[in-house]
């Protein structure tokens, strides 16, 4: 009886020590440590600045950080170009140089890597609608596409050399320089996956990144792109457009969209037909129909998180924010509803807490209203919205006036034989109070004029 | 001591340590799930020092789950999961497109879905609120339709509930349902209109695919939140403020790499129609109305 009694108490025990050992784990595994947790702030930063982007990507088409035009000389005689954005971002890139090489391309898989595709022996020419910031373009790319992440640079367009070497990419900004260039370039198609499963950094897949002058090595190719050519996609029409403002956009909008209320400024009438609300400091509408903005200092101005929706410290805004809040402002004061025309961000200069950003219309690749006037331009500082420019357009084709012949690669390639340096470019003239657009040839010795 | 009292003071003390595990698991699981009433109203006399109002009753003592949901959806992987659901259709800019029986049907690829049978009109006239069963039975038809009827285990416990339904004079009922994951609500709505029992027009969002990641996170609460909201407002100069609803939801993300989430949030609305609504991981204001 006693030995049964010893037995009951030790097992007794063996559950109470079983037991306690097990409700410690659970405790720690509940209460203690950093709780194991798997989705970290950084991480949901990545998130959020992937869906701003995404919302900010998604007032201009994702045409607009997608490749525009790709050319190719193929090392064995072939040649082609395709210059439909919406094409190349739909396909992504290797497929759209399939389409355009054909089965019988001069590049070919690479047997040790079959993700990669190798472009020996091709100069290839990429350019992108417009000049953008790396942070703001690379996340919405196709798997394949060749913006991921290549840098800090604001880039425009890309030449792809043959050399001895192996390929060579070389970049610029706008402006011509800040080449960068790239030895053994290839182009991934699964490296995006890996980025975005991974969530490191992603580095485009250029093997042994240097960088030099690239005018001093680009000899054999640069001479054949010059950059004042420009190739259109088609036919293109003259076009005609009327300023929007004023007659669709009311002044009590205007104001909202600076934070007015209507009700409460003051309204004065300039010698000129300029109409100036709160003492003719903060808004103004010109005859013309731009519209101005302007905070008395850093402090007086709009703020960004009024704008985008979000907040952040005021140090802590980049340029994504600041691009995020000129379209915003674009989108409210109708700059994106143009007919006919597309918009690009054709500025973004960020130096530290400020920053400027432009947004011009483009017709096909072809910037509107260069003489020095944007679509939209917006000055910040110190976390706010410290001016605003804007002169929103209206757009149509203009029946029954020339179009321009389509330019094809091999013409292109003929030009580049330094035979005929010709290139295209809108004449712009206003009358009736209309914008009008028109297609030209002109000769390189007439533009020297 | 003899032999008999050691085993019984060892049981004792094993038991006693056994309790007092039990008690601290259960202490610490209810303050890691709920504020105390004395700190609900210790912070409302804080916010109200700093220009807002909100009652005891207006803050959630309840604390936020601490799940992040997400599924990457292929571009086949979407299709593959809108014909199994709807049968064959064909894409167009990325969205799923059937025309079938007479009715046309859109998905966007943030599941965003608009479905109207040829002829709909919209319901019009005097609306009077329907009986509980007519509700059930055409809630049950609508996730019917949409396929979020069956049952499919994954880690995020989604639900649906209808949160309105009226007939109309034009004889078309119209009902309102709404998605929660884990009993907190989303966004995401579903607004169907029937005539009779048939299924005339149907919008709205939901998670056609569901979640299958499931993340642990470090959230902020709605304490944390109402701190900052005090801050933004003494910032920002705003008048008194008066809170009139804060809960708890799931903001639901779409990006275009083909990635949904479910990101824990907090949503802050107040009488004059302010609505602040702050991501619970990173405590920041991501959207303000």
Redesign the interface.
């Known amino acids: 009886m006693k030995k049964a009694a ?1 037995t009951v ?2 097992a ?2 063996f559950v ?2 079983a ?2 050992v097990c ?2 784990l ?2 720690i595994n ?2 203690g440590g ?8 950084q ?3 990545a ?2 600045e ?2 701003y982007k ?1 919302s900010y ?1 998604g007032k201009l088409g ?1 045409e607009l950080v997608s490749p525009y035009f790709i050319g190719l000389v193929g090392g064995s005689g072939k040649s082609g170009y395709v210059s439909r954005a919406a094409l190349v971002y739909s396909l992504g890139i290797s497929e759209a140089v399939t389409e355009l090489m054909g089965p019988d391309a001069d590049f070919s898989a690479n047997d040790e890597a079959p993700d990669f595709i190798d472009y020996d022996g091709a100069y290839i020419y990429v350019r992108f609608r417009t000049e953008l910031p790396r942070k703001v373009i690379y ?2 790319q196709k798997p394949d596409s060749i913006m991921d992440d290549v840098g800090d640079e604001y880039v425009y367009d890309m030449f792809i050399v043959p050399s001895e070497r192996g390929t060579t990419a070389y970049m610029r900004d706008l402006r011509g320089n800040n080449f960068t260039s790239f030895t053994e370039y290839r182009i991934n198609e699964n490296r995006f996956s890996a980025y ?1 499963e991974s969530g490191g950094d992603f580095k485009f897949e250029f093997a042994h990144a240097l960088t030099v002058d690239a005018a001093k090595t680009l000899a054999g190719f640069y001479e054949k792109i010059d950059k004042y050519e420009i190739i259109p996609e088609k036919e293109l029409s003259a076009m005609s457009a009327v300023v929007a403002n004023g007659d669709e956009i009311a002044p009590e909008t205007v104001l909202r969209v600076f934070g007015q209320n209507p009700e409460k400024v003051t309204v004065y009438e300039g010698d000129d037909g300029t109409t100036f609300f709160d003492e003719g400091i903060n808004v103004k509408i010109s005859k013309d129909g731009s519209i101005t903005y302007s905070a008395l200092s850093e402090q007086y101005g709009i ?1 960004i ?2 704008v985008i ?4 410290d005021e140090g802590d805004y980049t340029v994504t924010d600041f691009v995020g809040a000129a379209l915003v402002l674009g989108e409210r004061l109708g700059v994106f509803d143009s007919g006919a025309f597309g918009t690009a961000i054709t500025c973004c200069e960020e130096d530290g807490n400020r920053a400027f950003v432009a947004i011009s219309y483009v017709y096909d690749g072809f910037s509107i209203l260069s003489g020095g006037r944007c679509a939209l331009e917006a000055e910040f500082g110190g976390g706010n919205i410290i001016s605003v420019k804007c002169i929103a357009l209206k757009a149509q084709e203009y029946d029954g006036k020339t179009e321009i012949d389509e330019l094809d690669w091999r013409i292109r390639a003929a030009l580049a034989e330094k035979q005929a340096p010709f290139y295209i470019d809108f004449i712009q003239s206003e009358l009736n109070d209309r914008l009008y657009l028109m297609p030209v040839l002109r000769a390189e010795s007439e533009a020297e004029k | 001591m003899n032999k008999k009292n050691i085993t019984v003071f060892a049981l004792a003390a094993l038991a006693i340590l056994n309790v007092i595990i039990v008690i601290m698991i259960i202490s610490n699981r209810v303050d890691s799930t709920y504020h105390s009433e004395r700190e609900t109203a210790e912070l409302s006399a804080i916010l109200d020092q700093g220009g807002i109002s909100a009652d005891v009753s207006v803050l959630p003592r309840q604390k936020p789950g601490y799940h992040v949901y997400s599924e990457k959806v292929s571009d086949d992987g979407f299709l593959s999961a809108m014909t199994g659901i709807f049968g064959e259709g064909s894409v167009d800019d990325g969205a799923f497109i059937q025309e079938k029986d007479g009715r046309t049907l859109k998905i966007g690829r943030d599941f965003a879905f608009e479905m109207s049978a040829s002829g709909y009109s919209a319901p019009y006239g005097d609306m009077t609120t329907v009986k509980n069963e007519t509700r059930s039975r055409l809630e049950k038809k609508v996730l019917s339709f949409l396929g979020l009827d069956r049952s499919v285990a994954t880690p995020a416990a989604i639900s649906y509930k209808t949160e309105s339904a009226f007939e109309y004079g034009s004889g078309q009922t119209q009902i309102t349902v709404r998605e929660y994951v884990g009993g907190i609500m989303t966004e995401n709505v579903i607004t169907a209109v029937f005539s009779g029992d048939e299924l005339e027009h149907a919008n709205g969002r939901a998670l056609l695919i569901r979640p299958t990641e499931d993340y642990t996170a470090k959230l902020c609460d709605c304490f944390d939140i109402m701190i900052k909201e005090k801050k933004y407002f003494s910032i920002n100069g705003a008048a008194r403020m008066t809170a009139e609803k804060i809960e708890y939801i799931y903001d639901t993300c779409f990006d275009v790499l083909g990635v949904v989430y479910l990101i824990p949030a907090c949503s802050v609305q107040y009488t004059d129609g302010t609505v602040h609504i702050y991501d619970l991981v990173s405590g920041n204001l991501i959207q303000s109305n």
């Open positions: 010893d108490k030790m007794l025990i109470l020590v037991s306690l409700l410690s659970f405790y509940l209460f950093d709780g194991g947790y798997t989705f970290t702030p991480m949901d930063e998130v959020r992937q869906l995404a990507a994702g996340y919405c975005t703020g998180s009024d929706g979000y907040d952040f």
